[in-house]
């Protein structure tokens, strides 16, 4: 009996690379043609194809006719790379979802070309201007769903992501508990071996002023600080630009750092308990009794009336009120209503992230504005695909505390699902952003180069579906989206 002739399609095959590389084009394509738009691109190349009957630009043209003729050329590159990848799905690929999420692309990239030309040769109108974006994002997002469902089909992902546990075999974690997979609150999830962990025991006070310092400022998070200067930074450079004024850039920080510092306060007090069995945290200075929990609260509420005071003292009334949601909703409406009790604890905790976006345009113009709002967005979206990493570094040690984070609760082929869709929802969203702002070319470089870096990493999350990876991807993360919000700055302050 002659053996079965093995199918090409069960061998590893570069698919995801190649669509990784497709994303990251039509994901320049994106940035570049809102660059385009700013600067009036259409208007130094009226003709199509060619510009003003030229196939070559030199060196010395404008720069609004390098950007233009140079997103006609990426047009076409990427348009290959886009064919390539569809002509190799067809072949190698055995899900349906990938091919014809592909075919759809093949057939929606003409339409995206005839619509540029239009708006090269007929002037662009606000309406068709947007057609032209959404429909780029339309393209963008059907090579990253590709891509995902490629992954998770090579992976065996695909079938474990709609299981609402952990399957066996898979990477999950053995100390997960009837109770946590059931979604109960976490005090209820305690696991039976407990008493056997190997965790830091808590330890007296140690001696000193020096010491104690140092307990109280590990209270406030400091390592927070960094992503609230930089986003309120942002935000005050987007709405007043080289007209910021010091003293209220300095008293905002000011403000929402003590802000900031208060939550984290609370936060080490509310949860001490849970943090004594959680190997991250059990050596934090509440949980390992280096601080009493009503010393850890008194000073939260002097944080908290100083972050106040200083709002209202030197920037305005809105700010003030905006600093003191946050810390609410940190507070109480994150730590202690979402985080022990649903799988949605860290998306919808992500919108305490858009606070400092907010606080920083309140605090120059007294509003909130449009740019504020999809800055705060963007935040928002970037959370998710930001912490999932590191829950699925530490899951182990969730699950022995009884939160019900994604990975312990769903498992981890569903976080890594997750991570990929908000990691193209934070992607849009930086397009969304610098669509609604004057951010220029330095702004597209930055942005699709940080970000393809963000997307090989999680595609190395996918692949290699261990912690180190995840790590990286964590650290990407931070990477991306600190660039996104220096290069703003630079933007807004120096160059606009």
Not at 184 to 194: G, K, L, V
Not at 359 to 379: C, E, F, K, N, Y
Request: aromatic share 6%; charged share 15%; glycine share 8%.
């Amino acid at each position: 009996m002659r053996a079965r002739r093995p199918d090409r399609r069960d061998r590893p095959t570069r698919l995801p690379e190649l669509l990784a590389a497709a994303a990251i084009g039509v994901y320049l394509l994106l940035v570049v043609g809102a660059t385009t738009a700013l600067l009036h691109g259409g208007a130094a190349c009226p003709t199509w194809p060619a510009c003003n009957g030229q196939w070559l630009v030199g060196p010395s043209s404008s720069p609004a006719l390098l950007v233009a003729w140079g997103h006609r050329v990426l047009t076409l590159v990427v348009g290959l790379v886009v064919l390539a990848a569809a002509a190799l799905a067809w072949r190698r690929s055995r899900s349906r979802r990938v091919r014809w999420s592909l075919v759809g692309v093949g057939v929606l990239y003409p339409v995206q070309m005839a619509i540029g030309a239009i708006a090269a040769t007929e002037g662009a109108s606000t309406a068709l201007a947007s057609v032209h974006l959404v429909v780029a994002m339309v393209l963008f997002s059907g090579v990253l769903l590709a891509l995902l469902w490629q992954l998770e089909a090579e992976t065996g992902e695909a079938d474990e992501a709609n299981e609402t546990g952990p399957t066996p075999g898979s990477d999950e974690p053995a100390v997960t508990g009837a109770a946590v997979a059931a979604g109960e609150p976490a005090m209820a999830a305690r696991s039976a071996d407990e008493s056997r962990l190997d965790l830091p025991a808590a330890r007296p006070p140690a001696g000193g002023p020096l010491a104690t310092a140092q307990a109280y400022l590990t209270l406030t998070k400091p390592r927070l600080w960094w992503l609230l200067c930089l986003v309120a930074l942002a935000a005050m450079g987007m709405a007043a630009g080289r007209s910021l004024d010091p003293t209220v850039a300095v008293a905002t920080l000011v403000g929402g750092v003590l802000a900031v510092a208060a939550s984290g306060t609370f936060n080490n007090v509310l949860e001490r308990d849970v943090d004594r069995r959680m190997a991250r945290t059990a050596d934090r200075p509440v949980a390992s009794a280096r601080v009493p929990p009503g010393r850890a609260a008194a000073f939260g509420l002097v944080l908290a009336a100083a972050s106040v005071a200083t709002f209202v003292a030197f920037v305005n009334v809105l700010s003030a009120a905006l600093g003191l949601l946050a810390i609410l909703s940190y507070s109480v409406g994150y730590t202690l209503v979402l985080k022990p009790n649903t799988t949605q604890n860290i998306v919808i905790g992500g919108a305490v992230g858009a606070f400092p976006a907010l606080i920083g345009w309140a605090a120059v113009t007294d509003t909130v504005g449009i740019p504020a709002v999809v800055l705060g967005a963007l935040v928002f979206l970037w959370t998710p695909a930001h912490f999932y990493n590191l829950a699925l570094v530490y899951r182990e040690d969730y699950a022995r505390a009884g939160f019900p984070m994604l990975p312990v609760v769903r498992g981890a082929a569903v976080t890594r699902r997750h991570v990929m869709l908000y990691l193209g929802a934070t992607l849009l969203g930086a397009v969304a952003l610098g669509a609604t702002t004057r951010l220029g070319p330095l702004y597209a470089a930055v942005v699709t180069l940080v970000g393809a870096a963000f997307l090989w990493a999680v595609l190395r999350v996918f692949r290699e579906r261990s912690p180190r990876a995840a790590k990286l991807a964590f650290h990407a993360s931070n990477l991306f989206l600190g660039s996104l919000l220096l290069v703003v700055l630079v933007d807004t302050l120096l160059v606009g």
